[in-house]
């Protein structure tokens, strides 16, 4: 049979969304179990590093794999990233706030973007991405953005891709920890199957 190519240990996640959804509070919530409510447009690091073992759900094996996740500095307000923020990325998480109804209609942008950065854009189907509704803690009545809407949403953008089926949708708060470490394992997750 066919030699199974190389695994690889280190893993690049990166987060996209427009400002102020909670990119960075969710990053930092995974990473370090920390939420301060303040604003800060940069960080000092271009990504944080986190140890995790994640079962392979196709085989079984127990990988345990470094994971690199990259944020932007508050130059996402540009659209204007550029090409190694993306490069090498293994799976991509696209926030949006539930309360924000332009922050969900900009998915297709960041998607987009990142498909063309990275020369996917005939295979956008088949890449991982990861949809996280974030400031699902405010109130139900500040909603803008319906569940189901952004489940259709996933529906059409994964049709057709070799990860057979929709792109996997969570609704989080960084604030209450919500939902964050399950969207992150199953980026983690996907990442690992997809390489
Ligand atoms: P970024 O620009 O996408 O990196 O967003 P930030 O992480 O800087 O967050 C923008 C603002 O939203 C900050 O004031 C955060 O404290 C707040 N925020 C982030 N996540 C949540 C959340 O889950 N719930 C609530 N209520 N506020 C949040
Ligand atoms: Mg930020």
């Given at each position: 049979?066919?030699?199974?190519?190389?695994?690889?240990?280190?893993?690049?996640?990166?987060?996209?969304?427009?400002?102020?959804?909670?990119?960075t509070s969710l990053m930092n919530r995974y990473h370090s179990n920390k939420f301060t409510?303040?604003?800060?447009?940069?960080i000092?690091a271009?990504?944080l590093s986190k140890?995790?073992?994640?079962?392979?759900?196709?085989?079984?094996?127990?990988?345990?794999?470094?994971?690199?996740i990259?944020d932007?500095?508050?130059?996402?307000?540009?659209?204007?990233?550029?090409?190694?923020?993306?490069?090498?990325?293994?799976?991509?998480?696209?926030?949006?706030?539930?309360?924000?109804?332009?922050?969900?209609?900009?998915?297709?942008?960041?998607?987009?973007?990142?498909?063309?950065?990275?020369?996917?854009?005939?295979?956008?189907?088949?890449?991982?991405?990861?949809?996280?509704?974030?400031?699902?803690?405010?109130?139900?009545?500040?909603?803008?953005?319906?569940?189901?809407?952004?489940?259709?949403?996933?529906?059409?953008?994964?049709?057709?891709?070799?990860?057979?089926?929709?792109?996997?949708?969570?609704?989080?708060?960084a604030?209450?920890a919500?939902?964050v470490e399950?969207?992150f394992?199953?980026?983690?997750?996907?990442?690992?199957?997809?390489?």
């Amino acid at each position: 049979g066919r030699s199974a190519p190389a695994k690889k240990h280190m893993l690049k996640l990166i987060i996209l969304g427009d400002s102020g959804v909670g990119k960075t509070s969710l990053m930092n919530r995974y990473h370090s179990n920390k939420f301060t409510g303040q604003y800060k447009a940069t960080i000092g690091a271009d990504f944080l590093s986190k140890h995790v073992s994640i079962t392979d759900p196709q085989t079984g094996a127990v990988r345990n794999v470094t994971l690199q996740i990259w944020d932007t500095a508050g130059q996402e307000r540009f659209q204007s990233l550029g090409v190694a923020f993306y490069r090498g990325a293994d799976a991509v998480a696209l926030v949006y706030d539930v309360g924000d109804s332009k922050s969900f209609d900009n998915l297709e942008n960041w998607r987009g973007e990142f498909l063309k950065q990275v020369g996917l854009d005939d295979k956008g189907a088949s890449f991982p991405f990861v949809l996280l509704g974030n400031k699902i803690d405010r109130p139900e009545s500040e909603r803008r953005v319906p569940r189901e809407r952004a489940e259709e949403w996933c529906e059409r953008a994964g049709l057709g891709g070799e990860m057979g089926g929709p792109i996997p949708h969570f609704e989080t708060s960084a604030k209450t920890a919500e939902n964050v470490e399950g969207a992150f394992l199953e980026l983690a997750t996907l990442a690992v199957i997809h390489q």
